[in-house]
């Protein structure tokens, strides 16, 4: 598998609006864009910082993802990305690995891009998306 950038850190926000102006306000950055994910139930704000980003996810239902992460520990960083160059053969070096995933096959994620993620109880807890864009 080629790792080739940290592709994005996302961060479990209980509202876009209120959050995005700590990024604009503090650091100066700005949003590039906002997206509906219905699969995932989720509304994502893009931030870029050089080739990285950050992701901003805002549940769209209380019974998201996101949503359960923040009910649980609050908000905060919720994943860390990487972008690989082949997301199937990245999964399938992870499957041969025995590493255990969540997503077996890669999934739409925000952006367009191809995602999955490893079972943060096979990082330290950690949720670790891979992701591949085109």
């Known amino acids: 598998m080629k790792t080739l950038i940290v592709d994005h850190i996302g961060v479990a926000v ?3 609006e209120d959050a995005k ?7 100066g950055l700005k949003v590039a864009e906002v997206e509906e994910v219905p699969d995932q139930k989720v509304k994502v704000a893009f931030i870029p910082v050089g080739e990285s980003e950050v992701e901003l996810l805002e549940s769209t239902s209380p019974d998201g993802p996101v949503a359960k992460f923040i009910e649980s520990r609050g908000e905060g960083v919720q994943h860390i990305a990487f972008r690989v160059d082949n997301i199937e053969s990245a999964l399938q070096e992870l499957k041969d690995k025995g590493v255990r995933l969540i997503d ?4 739409k994620g925000a952006g367009g891009a191809k995602i999955a993620f490893i079972h943060p109880k096979e990082t330290g807890g950690v949720l670790i998306e891979i992701s591949e864009r085109g």
């Open 14 to 16: 209980k509202s876009i």
């Open 21 to 27: 102006r700590i990024y604009q306000d503090f650091l």
């Open 104 to 107: 077996q096959t890669p999934r």
